[in-house]
Each structure stands twice: as C-alpha cells, then as structure tokens.
C-alpha cells in the first residue's frame, strides 16, 4: 500500500512536471515534498480575472502565499508559546513584570507583518486552466537559525540603546532620553515576538537559546531608566518681572511653568537639583500716552533678558534680550500687564525650543 500510494505521487510529481508546473502546484505532491515536520508552508491559488493582468494576479496570489505562512506561524505561537514561557520562567515577577507589559502594550504590531526571515516564495501561471499559484516554504531549522541570529541582533541593538539612553540622562537631556526609550519599546517587542518564534517552531528551545537572562536584565535596566525618567525634566526657573511702579508681576512666572508642564518638567527652587536653570530678568518701561478725543491710550514696552543654561554642564545655550510693546486704554499699569501676556509665549517656546533639542 505504501509503495501504492508513492506510486501515485511520483506520477502526479511527473504529470506536473510535464505541463511545466512546480512540484508543489499539486496537494499531494506539495504535501510528500514539503512534509509538515521539516517546512513551514503557504499556498494560495485563484483565477486570473476578465480584465485583469497576468502580473497583477500574480502579485496578489503572493501576497496572499506569505499572509498564509505568517498566519500558520502566528498559530503555532499562539497555540504553543504560553505554557512553555511559563514554565522556562521567562516572565518577571510582581510590578516589574506589569510595569514591562505596559511598555510592550504600547507599541502594537499587525499579526500579518510579522517578519519570517528566509521565508521564500515561488509562483507560476497555468495557462490551461486560467489560474496563478503562490507558494512560500520556509525549513524549520532554517527559520531557527535566522531567528536566533535576528534575536542576538536586536538585544544587541537594545543594550546599545540603552547605553545611549543613559548617557543622555546623565547629561541632562532627559527629553531625549525619555524619546529613544520609547523607540527601545519597539525592540522589545521584537524581540519578545522572536522569542515566541522560536519557542513555536524548536522543541529545544531552552534559556539559554532563548537568550532569558540577557532579555531580563535588559528589561530591567531599561524599567529603572524609564523610572528615573518618570518626573520629566528638572527645571529651576528664577523670574522676576516688575510693573512700572516697580511691583512685581508674579504672574509670568506661572504662565511659564504653564506653557513648559506639558513637556514634563518638574519644577524645583534648589539650582542643583535641576537639569536646566532658567533666568528670565523682566521690567516694563512708560513709552508713551495717546489721546484721541475723550480716550487715552497707554504704551508700554517689555524688556526680557532671557538665559537658559545645562546646569550638568555649565554652559549657557541661550542667551539674549526680547521686547514686546502693551497698550491698554486705561493706565501705564494694564498696559504693562498687557505687554506681559504678549511676550510669555515667546519666552515660553524659546524655553522650549532649547530644552528639547
């Protein structure tokens, strides 16, 4: 009987070879030559439509070969991976472990776009009967060996992430920092989907294949980073602004810290616990009064000396005077809190303009 039957599949490998068509265009044939055990596969099949080119079908019919092995690897993942990451005790305990997969959470990956590296695919075209064909194979110790390949190369690229995350933190560019963590999110999830791969498709898979303990304490360092990158950036802001009568307007100083607690900075009075020192030294100055008829308008002009200055380092990136005209109808008071309002934005997004680069 087992001689019977592969009788019959090397006729059918024949028979297609004969009408100039692939070994796999055929069931049987793709089944006994490209055996469940040693390949992953995905075949896909239609008509070419009225209208439609050659080309045009093959193109979709490929497509549709690659989402169907993606699909089955996907499967295999989600059927096989669960109990066994458990039980290689891969996941951390407690809050670090919540804390990490709401990282992972937030970067979201389409199950179609999954990357099977060296998964090949191969079409043809039966003119007799109208149709194209797709086919993608991959061997399992092939996509083995590229995956444990392709994990080494995104922890490496993790730890060189964070090498450069935490050296931006150290100098004060928190804003920068807190901007590659977020990119390193991505690499995680990689390499978490890597993982799964490999535990789906290699029955030996183990920690040290895995490569546990370096994705765990790569995760760790970056949870301590992010941590330490939770409050923002540290500014000191001394500011003083004074009215013509030589009151202090207190006010622009809470439009400043306003403007800049979208970015997450936190706010502290003691210069050394600051990443940035902010100096912002304003006085209004009488210009001029206009009558017209039974109204006087008042001119007033603001005069900002503005620094911000890395306090890690010492050195002043900005540093320079701005002035803003105010008018108001009744005194040279209002018109001085008018002037005020026009030139906080402006301090506002130099401020930040500086801060973020």
């Known amino acids: 009987m087992k001689y019977y039957l592969t ?58 070969a690659r989402v169907n092995a993606v699909s089955t690897i996907q499967v295999r993942v989600k059927n096989e991976t669960e109990d066994r990451m458990e039980q290689l005790q891969y996941k951390m305990e ?43 194979f991959v061997k399992k110790a092939e ?5 444990d390949r392709k994990l080494t190369q995104v ?39 890597l993982q799964r791969l490999l535990i789906a498709v290699d029955p030996f898979a183990d920690d040290e294949s895995l490569q546990t303990e370096q994705l765990v304490s790569l995760q760790k360092r970056y949870l301590q980073a992010m941590s330490s990158l939770q409050n923002g950036i540290y500014v000191c802001l001394k500011c003083t602004a004074t ?39 304003a006085e209004s100055r009488e210009y001029n ?16 000396d503005v620094s911000v200055t890395k306090v890690k380092t010492g050195q002043t990136v900005y540093e320079d005077r701005l002035t803003e005209k105010g008018s108001h109808t009744h005194n040279y008071e209002q018109a001085a809190r008018d002037g005020y309002k026009n030139i906080s934005p402006k301090i506002s997004a130099i401020i930040k303009q500086q801060i973020q680069q």
């Open 243 to 281: 009215l013509p009568d030589g009151r202090r307007y207190t006010a622009l100083k809470g439009e400043i810290t306003g403007a800049l607690s979208p970015l997450g900075c936190s706010f502290t009075d003691n210069e050394g616990e600051a990443d940035w020192l902010i100096t912002v030294d």
């Open 143 to 147: 996509l083995i060996r590229q995956t």
């Open 155 to 193: 922890l490496s690229k993790i730890e060189n992430g964070l090498d450069e995350m935490e050296e931006l933190s150290r100098t004060a560019q928190k804003m920068q920092a807190r901007k590659r963590g977020e990119k390193l999110a991505q690499l995680f999830v990689q390499a978490d989907e």
């Open 7 to 64: 009788s019959i599949l090397l006729a059918v490998a024949v028979g297609l070879q004969a009408q100039g068509l692939p070994v796999w265009y055929n069931a049987s044939s793709r089944a006994s030559t490209y055996p469940s055990d040693v390949y992953i596969t995905g075949f896909a099949m239609q008509k070419v439509g009225s209208g439609e080119s050659v080309e045009s079908a093959i193109a979709s019919v490929t497509e549709k």
């Open 289 to 304: 009064a206009h009558t017209a008829g039974e109204y006087t308008s008042y001119f007033v002009y603001i005069d900002a």
């Open 94 to 136: 407690g809050t670090a472990k919540n804390a990490m997969q709401r990282y992972l959470q937030s970067v979201t990956r389409s199950s179609v776009d999954m990357e099977v590296t060296g998964l090949k695919i191969e079409t043809c075209y039966d003119a007799a009967n109208g149709r194209v064909a797709g086919f993608a």
